[in-house]
C-alpha cells in the first residue's frame, strides 16, 4: 500500500475544493492519481487563464 505525505494529500485536497468546490468526503474517495491528474488539469487551466490576459 502506497501512502502520501498529508502536507501533499491537504494541499492537493485544497486546490481541488478551492477551485471546484467539491465536498471532503468526494475528495478522499479519490484515488490518488486520480486526484492528482485533477490538480494538475486545474493547474493548466489556470496557466491558460493566465496567459489569456
Do not use: C, K, S
Not at 494529500?9 to 468546490?21: M, R
Not at 490518488?32 to 493548466?44: D, K, Q, S, V
Request: without cysteine; glycine residues 4%.
Amino acid at each position: 500500500m502506497t501512502t502520501y505525505a498529508p502536507d501533499r494529500l491537504y494541499a492537493e485536497v485544497a486546490y481541488i475544493a478551492y477551485h471546484f468546490h467539491w465536498p471532503l468526503d468526494d475528495l478522499l474517495d479519490l484515488e490518488h492519481p486520480e486526484r492528482r491528474r485533477f490538480a494538475e488539469e486545474i493547474g493548466a487551466i489556470n496557466v491558460r487563464i493566465e496567459r489569456g490576459r
